[in-house]
């Protein structure tokens, strides 16, 4: 699977739990795919201060991307940069 399909994959798993998400008032982006094969995202709106946001991400994110892509050594949630 070359970077592109898997970025569609990952993508594809994201829509599947967006609504979840976005019942909540939240959402999430995909930022990058190291070469070691982890996830970057970025958790949005509610999302990002919600207190249930680790175990959103292991339990839901991580779990729904490693389905599609068993490739993924793991899921991290990264914060937008203040300077951006």
């Known amino acids: 699977m070359n970077r592109q399909e898997t970025i569609e994959k990952i993508n594809v798993a994201l829509e599947q739990i967006r609504p979840f998400l976005m019942d909540d008032g939240g959402d999430i ?22 207190n249930m946001s680790p175990s959103t991400l292991k339990g839901g994110v991580e779990e729904a991307i490693k389905r599609v892509v068993p490739e993924i050594q793991s899921v991290i949630s990264i914060e937008e940069s203040i300077n951006a």
Not at 29 to 50: H, Q, W
């Open 29 to 50: 982006e995909l930022v990058e795919i190291t070469d070691e094969m982890v996830v970057k995202v970025r958790f949005l709106g509610a999302c990002k201060s919600c």
